[in-house]
């Protein structure tokens, strides 16, 4: 546990020190192209991920790679922690969020985010959320980027399912975007606000991409991602150690059937 608490400290003051280097990075670089100064805020998300691989050991597999599409597509994730918002920058091209305004308060990391050409909604204010969603995304699918969505919205505990939202559904069909599904595990070994980041392999699924089509609507769409990715869940939970209990069991018995 000592170990455990070290790592997780060297990997804190890493993060400490290099945010404000990088943040600097993206302030000079505002004037230059999106695609230019997008280096540096992928670099920070890679540093930290290298250290949580390599100092924490915090490791991850990703299967169906091969469903990857080759053209800028909505990217429909699970959200159980802070590490997918690193890692799928690794897994996927180039990308943008879709992220509530109150991050851009944050210090430094909000500001640099704000660099980054998010997607920034107001949640309170649904109407103008989605409204915003359709005309920055577009913009951004101009650019060339990928959108990253959690349609969930905010983080689950491991188990648990929040409310899917249209919007990332509404962009594929309005944009004509494949809209790929991802399930992951990672809130069983970084739970939502932790200090503590624990050792282990988080293992990341993605999807066939759904194609948007005539004769099918964004609740469709939505309906057969939640449903995908809630399938997957099922069957890769339960192996950290911050798994949710009924997984926990499932995975037991069939370790001992086997």
Same mark, same amino acid.
């Given at each position: 546990?000592? +170990?455990?608490?070290?790592?997780?400290?060297? !990997?804190?003051?890493?993060?400490?020190?290099?945010?404000?280097?990088?943040? /600097? /990075?993206?302030?000079?670089?505002a004037p230059l192209p999106r695609r230019t100064r997008h280096v540096f805020g992928v670099s920070w998300?890679?540093?930290?991920?290298?250290?949580?691989?390599?100092?924490? %050991?915090?490791? !991850?597999?990703?299967?169906? #790679?091969?469903?990857?599409?080759?053209?800028?597509?909505?990217? /429909? +994730?699970?959200?159980? +922690? %802070?590490?997918?918002?690193?890692?799928?920058?690794?897994?996927?091209?180039?990308?943008? !969020?879709? #992220?509530?305004?109150?991050?851009?308060?944050?210090?430094?990391? &909000?500001?640099?985010?704000?660099?980054?050409?998010?997607?920034?909604?107001?949640?309170?204010?649904? +109407?103008?959320?989605?409204?915003?969603?359709?005309?920055?995304?577009?913009?951004?699918?101009?650019?060339? =980027?990928?959108?990253?969505? =959690?349609?969930?919205?905010?983080?689950?505990?491991?188990?648990?399912?929040?409310?899917?939202?249209?919007?990332? #559904?509404?962009?594929a069909k309005q944009f004509d975007m494949p809209m790929v599904p991802v399930a992951h595990n990672a809130?069983? =070994?970084?739970?939502?606000?932790a200090f503590l980041k624990y050792p282990g392999e988080i293992t990341v699924v993605v999807g066939p991409?759904?194609?948007?089509?005539?004769?099918?609507?964004?609740?469709?769409?939505?309906?057969?991602?939640?449903?995908?990715?809630?399938?997957?869940?099922?069957?890769? &939970?339960?192996?950290?150690?911050?798994?949710?209990?009924?997984?926990?069991?499932?995975?037991?018995?069939?370790?001992?059937? #086997?």
């Amino acid at each position: 546990m000592i +170990s455990l608490w070290i790592r997780n400290l060297l !990997y804190w003051l890493v993060l400490i020190v290099i945010t404000p280097l990088f943040f /600097c /990075c993206l302030l000079l670089a505002a004037p230059l192209p999106r695609r230019t100064r997008h280096v540096f805020g992928v670099s920070w998300a890679l540093t930290l991920l290298w250290m949580l691989e390599n100092v924490i %050991g915090l490791k !991850y597999k990703v299967l169906g #790679a091969h469903n990857i599409p080759t053209e800028p597509s909505v990217i /429909c +994730s699970k959200h159980q +922690s %802070g590490w997918e918002t690193l890692s799928l920058q690794k897994i996927f091209p180039w990308q943008v !969020y879709v #992220a509530k305004r109150e991050l851009a308060w944050i210090p430094l990391f &909000g500001w640099g985010l704000v660099l980054m050409n998010p997607i920034m909604i107001n949640r309170s204010d649904r +109407s103008r959320a989605n409204q915003r969603l359709l005309e920055q995304g577009l913009e951004r699918k101009r650019h060339g =980027f990928w959108i990253t969505v =959690f349609p969930e919205g905010t983080r689950t505990k491991p188990g648990r399912v929040g409310k899917y939202k249209l919007g990332a #559904a509404r962009m594929a069909k309005q944009f004509d975007m494949p809209m790929v599904p991802v399930a992951h595990n990672a809130g069983e =070994f970084w739970p939502r606000n932790a200090f503590l980041k624990y050792p282990g392999e988080i293992t990341v699924v993605v999807g066939p991409a759904i194609r948007p089509a005539d004769d099918v609507g964004p609740e469709a769409m939505m309906a057969e991602a939640e449903a995908w990715i809630e399938a997957r869940q099922r069957e890769i &939970g339960g192996v950290g150690p911050f798994a949710d209990p009924d997984e926990k069991r499932q995975r037991l018995a069939q370790t001992a059937a #086997a």
